[in-house]
């Protein structure tokens, strides 16, 4: 199956820096593999995941539909992301600065979606996604384009100074030098979500389960900025 034919998902509390959504994306962006009306273009009102029913698991992890323990009707209770854009004041959309520092007020939370679209350098070496706890790392992310002539996505948590045990076995690398890109955070109770240019990519587990405690998104390294938006799925 095609990942990246994808369905998409409604969001809320839109909250955005920088440009425009994904070229050809709606105006609500969406994580890869979740139901929706409207519709991906192309795709029948309201299906289900091929083969399966309205409201399909998610890919390659069959037996748990959607997000655990959680209703399929509007209005999933949980906290209200700050409304706003996001980034310096008068930066022109298509600019944002990296360095990229976002503050989370309500911290992260079931259901927080983070789409991040930009495009790495020519000459990339690496590039960081940090969510953080104060001064710990409670998600770290690490692409890396030539570590001994591999390419490797490394995953990580440091938690009182101390990092804990990398992360790297990937199906793919999915980010190109010079390309731009789509990245998806999805925030579970259990776990980060990952998907690159509508494909699911990996899962984190959280190290750190106080998600309310994780106030801060930090972007750097080999790549430019367009936008960057926190919403809540539904």
């Excluded at 037996?63 to 209005?75: D, E, I, L, T, V």
């Excluded at 999933?76 to 600065?97: D, F, H, K, N, S």
């Excluded at 045990?165 to 259990?190: A, H």
């Amino acid at each position: 199956m095609d990942l990246s034919d994808a369905l998409d998902f409604p969001q809320q509390n839109n909250q955005q820096a920088g440009g425009p959504v994904w070229p050809g994306q709606p105006a609500n962006p969406t994580w890869p593999g979740q139901p929706a009306n409207p519709t991906w273009p192309a795709q029948p009102n309201q299906p289900g995941w091929p083969g399966q029913p309205y409201q399909p698991t998610w890919p390659g992890q069959p037996g748990q539909p959607g997000q655990p323990g959680q209703p399929s009707a509007p209005g999933w209770p949980g906290p209200a992301p700050q409304a706003g854009p996001y980034g310096a004041p008068g930066q022109a959309p298509g600019a944002l600065t990296v360095p990229f520092d976002l503050p989370l007020q309500s911290g992260a939370y079931n259901k927080m979606i983070i789409t991040i679209i930009g495009e790495i350098k020519p000459n990339a070496k690496h590039f960081t996604v940090n969510l953080n706890r104060g001064n710990d790392i409670a998600f770290h992310l690490n692409p890396r384009f030539n570590e001994d002539g591999k390419q490797v996505i490394v995953r990580n948590s440091m938690i009182g100074n101390q990092w804990g045990k990398e992360e790297r076995q990937i199906p793919s690398f999915p980010f190109v030098p010079g390309k731009p890109f789509e990245l998806k955070i999805l925030c579970t109770d259990t776990e980060f979500k990952v998907a690159v240019n509508k494909s699911h990519l990996l899962e984190y587990k959280h190290r750190i389960r106080e998600l309310n405690q994780i106030r801060a998104l930090s972007i750097f390294n080999d790549l430019t900025l367009s936008s960057v938006n926190v919403e809540t799925l539904q």
